[in-house]
């Protein structure tokens, strides 16, 4: 394997790449077009190809392995720092190498196929997920012009809806118009439904169906974390997994007096979401439990509330599914 490294500045058409040797040392730059970037890598000696991890990479980087070279994908936060001089794609190229050499960045797992259809029909749902609630505060705000308030959930708004529907007294304009906003609201619940039914059968793999051991982790939670954390290998610990997803206190220490904040909120928002979704489900059944997970929650509910024990248990989960991906293992409630 060649020592040399290559940065590539990732777009759609125009890629720029920048070539540095085991020293650091420019070496090359190149402009290439997309139909020449594969052709021209299988035609360079086997080296290290570092990219910015982003929507398209993790396509990139399966190709450039399938030519065998070795590729690393590094957060582009950590990119920026190494950037210098004006911000322009050559730049960027170079800023990539320069921190692939540093070792010290924890790079992004390359992603199959099978894992980024998964982490599509998540994205997809979370989006219709997001036009229904959207779609519901909507068909609210028409009910309450008309002197109804409804009570917060989705039920008590399907009730409310065909009351008001069957109501003639009512102008036909405003039926007409809540028909058709709730004949939309249907829609999205079918299309949640079928969604729903997509990852219940994507969560019968054997890891997933391990992970729904875990107390709040059901077939969606399951599936969003074991998409988002893989094999697991690219984590020392637990409390990386759980620093990574930002479940974790921040930190703003000085002068050898620790101050510790909220939790950082750093990683992928929609897999927190879930996660802290999942573990408020727990601590609000954990009342009447004698078990010691159970103990342990009620402890930290009596000391710092229902949000914050919430929180604390969703970084305990986070390190508990991080043990069984990566040690293969079935839960241990003791």
Known sequence: MNDTTIGLDLAKNIFHLVELNARGKLVRKKTLRRKALLPYLAQSPI??????ACSSSHYWAREFQALGHT????????????LRGQKNDYNDAAAIAEA???????GVPIKSISQQEEQLVHRVRARLVRDRTAL????RGMLREHGIAVPQGLAPLRRAVPAQLSDHSLSSLYRDLLQRQYERLCGLDDEITYYDRQLKQLSGQAMQKRLQQLPGFGPVVSSAFSCWLGDG??????????????VVPRQHSSGGK???????????????????????????CSDNK???????????????????????LANKLARIAWAMVVKNSDYQPA
């Open 47 to 52: 080296c290290c190809i570092a990219l910015e």
């Open 71 to 82: 590729v690393i994908m590094l957060p582009p936060q950590h990119v920026k720092a190494y």
């Open 100 to 106: 692939s050499h540093h070792g010290a960045i924890r």
């Open 136 to 139: 519901s505060n909507q068909l």
């Open 233 to 246: 290998h690219q984590f020392k610990r637990g409390r990386d997994a759980a620093a990574a997803l930002g």
């Open 258 to 284: 620790p101050l510790l904040l909220g939790i950082t909120k750093r990683g992928d928002t929609y897999v927190r979401s879930l996660l802290i979704h999942g573990a408020r489900s727990v601590v609000r």
């Open 290 to 312: 004698t078990d010691q997970l159970s103990l342990w929650i009620q402890s930290i509910k009596s000391r710092r509330g229902t949000n914050k024990a919430a929180v604390a």
